[in-house]
């Protein structure tokens, strides 16, 4: 069942959205529900790739001076070029 939704936005963002929509062919709605749907699919898969160990401990860790890419990276490069 559908329901309509208001959402309030800049105007500039809209008229880029609208723009993005007739340039795709698609309404505002569907980009709309695309995208929330996108995001709770997204969500569920991360809380299922992790171990029940990995989702008890998520979030503890928080450490922002830490770039997660370049550690990666690293880690790669160190790996794959030995």
Known sequence: MNTKLTLRM?????AQIKMYAMEHDKSLSSLTET????????????????TP???KYK???KN???DT????LSYLLEKHLK
């Not at 995208?35 to 992790?50: C, F, M, Q, R, V």
């Open 59 to 61: 979030g503890i860790i």
């Open 53 to 55: 160990i990995a989702k």
């Open 35 to 50: 995208l929330y749907k996108s995001i709770l699919t997204k969500e569920n898969e991360e809380d299922t790739e992790l």
């Open 10 to 14: 800049e105007k500039e963002i809209i």
């Open 64 to 66: 922002d001076e830490v």
């Open 69 to 72: 890419d370049i550690v990666k």
